[in-house]
């Protein structure tokens, strides 16, 4: 059991800092340009999704939407949820009647999106936020289609032991890590890989491809300590899935 469960809601993890309305304005903004966002991690995520062009794609934990902006300039049908009323007023005000937008909490079962309604689903930097993975990835199975393609972002888990290496590795541990950037303390789950995998397997999609990203190359001159930070340290991993059955 968590160290921390007792006096934590885990089935709403972060929830009060990303309802917080500054907060999520300033996260909007600054994922926009950033390094680890916008020049490392939106690159190498989308890199592994296959043509969105005329396809139904789920952006689950839609956050302000930058995922969803591209998919539909990139010619996708999108449905977008998220648990925070803060981001999904973000998201909306964006992306207006571009995309089916629905405030949901993926720690439940998604009812309200149909089985095998969906080519694709994005997850960036989302599944951290919840222990149980065995429910989250059975509801992906149920609304891909067969063949369709889970493409999901999370911390890298070397990252986030390195932080606290004072953990067991080999266990799905509740951590608590600073974002100076933005002056809040954010919880998470830090999960070792096997677990990605055992998941993936359970729940019944073949693993195709991994990636660990390193920076583009234009952050070296707009944010140069973030660059030698993500040129030689792993900070977040990239997977790409498909639905088997
Ligand atoms: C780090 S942000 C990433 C946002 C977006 N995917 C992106 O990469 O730009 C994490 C997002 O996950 C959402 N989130 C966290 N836990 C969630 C949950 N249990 N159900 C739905 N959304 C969740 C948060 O509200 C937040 O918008």
């Not at 911390?155 to 799905?172: A, I, K, R």
Request: hydrophobic letters at 40%; charged letters at 30%; aromatic letters at 14%.
């Amino acid at each position: 059991m968590d160290k921390k469960s007792k006096y934590h809601d885990l089935h709403n993890l972060s929830l009060d800092i990303y309802n917080n309305g500054d907060f999520a304005q300033s996260y909007a903004s600054r994922i926009e340009y950033n390094a680890h966002n916008a020049l490392y991690e939106r690159p190498a995520t989308l890199s592994l999704l296959s043509d969105v062009n005329g396809k139904t794609v789920l952006d689950a934990g839609c956050g302000p939407g930058a995922y969803s902006e591209w998919l539909i300039e990139n010619g996708a049908n999108v449905t977008a949820v998220d648990y925070s009323d803060e981001m999904i007023y973000i998201a909306s005000k964006r992306l207006g009647k571009r995309a089916k937008i629905i405030k949901a909490n993926m720690n439940s079962p998604m009812l309200f999106l149909k089985n095998e309604e969906f080519d694709m689903i994005v997850s960036s930097m989302v599944l951290h936020y919840l222990r149980d993975w065995r429910l989250v990835f059975n509801e992906f199975n149920r609304i891909l289609k067969k063949d369709g393609e889970l493409v999901f972002s999370i911390h890298h888990p070397f990252m986030e032991f390195s932080f606290h290496p004072d953990g067991n590795y080999h266990e799905t541990e509740l951590v608590e890590d600073e974002w100076p950037a933005f002056n809040v303390k954010m919880e998470y789950y830090r999960r070792p890989l096997s677990e990605v995998f055992e998941i993936l397997k359970e729940t019944d999609f073949k693993f195709a491809e991994l990636l660990e990203p390193k920076p583009l190359e234009e952050c070296k001159e707009l944010f140069p300590d973030s660059y030698e930070t993500l040129s030689r340290k792993p900070w977040f991993i990239c997977f790409k899935a498909i639905k088997l059955q």
